[in-house]
């Protein structure tokens, strides 16, 4: 960015050029043109090299020969890593209104987190070709399922069907030198960052064995009704950026998590969930782990899902719900969640992934593409999320739906869309989440600006079609805002940890600060 001079140093050169005499003589005018550009010339030179040389040079002898200040700005200096995180610090503030109970289900596991690279090789398994398996069924559908999607630096989630092998390699990858294990499963990941604020009273509800309930927050309360005896385990392959493995490279970190995980595949603890809420009285419902049934197959989801909608509809009406999507690839499992269960949801999150498959599921924009190609097109995204809300949620008063708000995230930069009306405090909000997101990959309880940098583009369109508005997002004030009918835009760029320590939960944490910072506007039942 070219940084101008102060106006009143503008002003002045203005006054200087116009005092100076002009010659009226031809070859006089020429040579003396060349003589003052040339001393010119010399005197900036002589005072750049002074002024490098002693950056304590007083403004006042720069603006007397009508040169710019050169000293950068103090908010300025370290680049736009600075200026946007002293921004989040300065314009990121709780809502007035805030929430006081938040229930969260119903998804809740124990994640064992190890080098995906590292594992495969471990059990003996050669590199090959990528190849996505919506399913997987054996070590090589593992092996290649984890290499199409570490080749694209891309998140997914599969389930794993023979609970046999399941079983031998959760124990070598137990086993493995490095191990962790972590709480895991949507609903207990947005429990515990929830809980993180001390005035927030959480209750989870999942299928919590004994290891889980040790490592979760004091303050989330857990109904007896959840608590079983054995835990559940997910696996989580972690890759780094530019790790190799055979032909393959990663241009980005991220992870591929699988599991034989039947108790959160039937969302067994759903009806207990929604029993619990009469007691616990939330003013705010988060569900999540939908994505967990896909593996069981059409006819138990089909069923499943038939229930879900019912549970979910017996939720008092004046209570918000946001639904936190995650991973999946049957087109027919997402349509129903798309057509059945949006419309009675007053929120949703999702990344990239879950956008574009939303899209192919129900033939909306861009569904052509067959993947993002890098950085996700700001127009384009723009374009799916209003249609998400034209289509499933209440962005025309006479339109029965409850949807009015959706959280995108991907690795560059965030966005919020909220129907007008119905939420509060949305920019910050949005920041919230990019912050944590900073934060959370770095191990960090700060942005240190050193160790981020900004990937996306500062420069967009509000559409990838016509008529369309280009945007820019000043680092300064770090959220670019537009609205497209009924429906407002908030994006906030990421500022990208160079060297994640853990990429696991970051979709679920932005979420969670999200809604910590959002604000209900109306009253009114959804």
Known sequence: MVCQPPIHQRRRRRRLLRSTPLSTGGEVCGSSMWREASAAAMLALAVGLFYHSSPDLPDQILQYVGLPTLRASPQSHGGPEQVISSAWDTLI???????SKVAVGVNACVDVVVSGVGLLQAMAVDPGAGLDHEVLHSKEDLKESFIHFMERGAAAERFFSDPEAFQRIARAAAEYPGAKLYVGGNAALIGQKL??????????????????????DEQI????????????????????????????QAPQANRFIFSHDVSNGAMSSLETFVTSLDEFEPDLVVLSGLHMMEGQGRELWEERLKEAVLAISDIRKDIPIHLELASMTDRDYMNSIMQEVMPIVSSIGLNEQELLFLSQAGEGPHSQLAAWK?????????????????????SEPSSEA????????????????????Y????AAAVMAGARVASTQACGLRSVDPSKVEVKAPLEFHSSHGEPREKLRLNPAEPVTTWRRGNVTFHLTVVLVCKQPLRTVGLGDAIS???LVYSELKTQQPF
């Open 195 to 216: 809980a993180s604020y001390p005035d927030l009273m959480v209750l989870l509800c999942g299928p919590v064995g004994p290891k889980l309930h040790e490592m979760l």
């Open 374 to 394: 890098g950085v996700p097109d700001v127009g384009r995204v723009s374009d799916i999320l209003l249609w998400v809300l034209e289509q499933h949620g209440r």
């Open 93 to 99: 503030t709780l809502p007035t209104r805030q929430w």
């Open 402 to 421: 409850d949807l009015t708000r959706i959280h995108f995230h991907t690795l560059a930069y965030h966005i919020l869309a909220t129907v007008d009306g």
């Open 221 to 248: 309360v857990v109904p007896p009704d959840s608590l079983q005896e054995m835990d559940e385990f997910h696996l989580i392959l972690e890759y780094k950026a530019g790790e190799k493995w055979g032909s393959t």
């Open 423 to 426: 939420w509060g405090n949305q």
């Open 512 to 514: 969670a600060e999200g």
